[in-house]
Nanobody
């Protein structure tokens, strides 16, 4: 059973940085894609970024390009989301998700989800 545990959220000011972590366990993730999604109050869940575990493919939502970076540490089975130049509109619960296949941006195609971590950006 795949387990994903997010951490690293918090309250920051606009322009600050945060690094979210997603610790994965339960499988060998070689053929997996791990992604980050977010959901703001009253809004639908939206795709943020994803990366194949092999590292060959990465894709970012247009609104985070140049500000967010997804990376993974295979030795620690952990995926990170480095978020720089945060904006109040980045406020949301951020979720880590995994699927055993190629990178897609549709959240419904991901099989495993973490519990989420709150990110709040004040103006």
């Amino acid at each position: 059973q795949v387990q994903l545990v997010e951490s690293g959220g918090g309250l920051v000011q606009a322009g600050d940085s945060l690094r979210l972590s997603c610790a994965a366990s339960g499988r060998t993730f070689t053929s997996y894609t791990v992604g980050w999604f977010r959901q703001a109050p009253g809004k639908e869940r939206e795709y943020v970024a994803a990366k194949t575990w092999s590292g060959g493919t990465t894709y970012y939502a247009s609104f985070v390009k140049g500000r967010f970076t997804i990376s993974r540490d295979s030795a620690k089975n952990t995926v990170y989301l480095q978020m720089n130049s945060l904006k109040p509109e980045d406020t949301a619960v951020y979720y880590c998700a995994a699927r055993r296949s190629s990178l897609v941006i549709q959240g419904d195609s991901y099989d495993y989800w973490g519990q989420g971590t709150q990110v709040t950006v004040s103006s």
